[in-house]
């Protein structure tokens, strides 16, 4: 869509040339927030805050839903947790979406 690149799932929109405000450790490695400000790592167990629609899902996932054994990705589109959740299989997640358990 012009400059712009849309994700066909969620709606979002970003500059591909732009770099995000995503910070970065000391180590150089990227630093992802829940929707609290909590630092997110691989293994942790995360709850989901909002009500979130699923396509092909009659119901979507309730706030509330704990996800276990999330996995941190480099989503250019602000989808950066890469999980499974109970009953809806394989999914990635926006981390402004959940909150440290």
Do not use: Y
């Amino acid at each position: 869509m012009n400059a712009l690149m849309v994700c066909p799932e969620c709606g979002n929109e970003w500059v591909p040339a732009e770099g995000g405000a995503d910070e970065t450790g000391a180590a150089g490695e990227r630093v992802i927030k829940d929707s609290v400000g909590n630092v997110l790592s691989d293994g942790d167990t995360v709850t989901v805050v909002k009500a979130l629609k699923v396509k092909g899902s009659p119901s979507g996932i309730k706030a509330g839903t704990k996800v276990r054994n999330i996995r941190l990705v480099d989503g250019v589109d602000g989808h950066d947790i890469d999980c499974r959740i109970e009953g809806f299989g394989p999914m990635q997640l926006k981390s402004s979406v959940v909150k440290k358990a």
